[in-house]
């Protein structure tokens, strides 16, 4: 039985895939029709299992409130939080005037406090990394970090123009390249990964 259902699922799979990779080399009718219905199942598929997460992280933080665990006033925080966001978003819509104050006074300065905590704690390690490992790449690695920030830094309402070109240069060729390379590292992973689904050499459904 359990052979047998595996077999099904690895049939659904490997057809469904098929279908979707192939709508983008064959502009046929019917294969486009079928195509967008499996993706908007994938959507539902997908918006489920965020509710579910999102419920599990409710859940969570719910049961560390009850037992109050180390630092579970950050758990009633979150939950309150949590409530009173959905409802807003419930009553009055997703792009009412309550939720975009809720974006742009809450979300987006937490968002960019966390990118500044994240970038001192990039410097800091940088800073030390010449005193673990005094190699070249490390040498360099800190040259580059302190020429970015030197690059942004303005006295009086006037920059380093060496320096504001140098970060150009690196951020448009070492930086691009660098993200483009990854870009490419995890397109070409992905469909590795495609195609070992489809041709039955990995099943993570079967888990």
């Not at 409130?65 to 925080?77: L, T």
């Not at 006074?105 to 030390?128: D, G, H, K």
């Not at 006295?155 to 060496?162: K, N, Q, R, T």
Request: charged share 10%; hydrophobic share 55%; net charge positive.
């Amino acid at each position: 039985m359990k052979n047998q259902r595996l077999s099904w699922l690895y049939l659904i799979t490997v057809t469904s895939g098929s279908i979707v990779l192939l709508g983008y080399f064959f502009d046929w009718s019917f294969l486009m029709q079928v195509r967008s219905t499996i993706l908007h199942w994938a959507a539902l598929v997908s918006s489920a299992a965020l509710v579910v997460g999102i419920l599990n992280l409710a859940r969570v933080h719910w049961l560390r409130s009850v037992r109050q665990a180390p630092n579970w006033g950050y758990s009633i925080i979150l939950i309150a939080s949590l409530v009173v966001t959905t409802m807003v978003g419930v009553i009055t819509g997703p792009i009412s005037p309550p939720m975009m104050w809720v974006f742009k006074n809450v979300i987006i300065p937490v968002e960019a406090s966390l990118v500044a905590a994240l970038c001192i704690a990039l410097v800091y390690a940088t800073a030390r990394l010449p005193a673990r490992r005094r190699d070249a790449a490390s040498i360099g690695f800190l040259l580059i970090v302190l020429v970015s920030l030197a690059g942004r830094v303005s006295l009086e309402g006037e920059s380093f123009a060496i320096l504001v070109v140098i970060r150009t240069w690196i951020n448009q060729v070492w930086s691009v390249g660098g993200l483009r390379g990854l870009l490419l590292g995890v397109a070409l992973g992905t469909m590795a990964t495609g195609i070992r689904v489809l041709i039955g050499r990995q099943r993570p459904y079967e888990g």
